[in-house]
């Protein structure tokens, strides 16, 4: 077995304080550093996906967690 990391990630509103349904990706990363990394640019990409001023009203940001997940 080997450990992998699962990625998920979620947008939320500082402003009320609710997030979105979390959002899995279906690929697994090897180390805890690519999981994180892609996390930043996956995170962007979702705020972009929302619009500028819907983010700015909302106070969106997104949070993430990488997860281990073992793997045969």
Request: net charge negative; hydrophobic share 40%.
């Given at each position: 077995m080997?450990?992998?990391f699962l990625l998920i990630l979620q947008v939320c509103s500082?402003?009320?304080?609710?997030c979105k349904v979390p959002l899995e990706v279906?690929?697994?990363y090897n180390t805890w550093?690519?999981?994180a990394a892609d996390?930043?640019?996956k995170?962007?990409?979702?705020?972009?996906?929302?619009?500028?001023?819907?983010?700015?009203?909302?106070k969106l940001?997104?949070?993430?967690?990488?997860h281990e997940?073992?793997?045969?």
């Amino acid at each position: 077995m080997s450990t992998k990391f699962l990625l998920i990630l979620q947008v939320c509103s500082f402003l009320s304080g609710e997030c979105k349904v979390p959002l899995e990706v279906p690929q697994l990363y090897n180390t805890w550093a690519d999981c994180a990394a892609d996390a930043s640019v996956k995170s962007l990409a979702l705020l972009q996906s929302e619009g500028f001023e819907t983010v700015n009203n909302y106070k969106l940001a997104v949070k993430y967690g990488c997860h281990e997940v073992n793997t045969l």
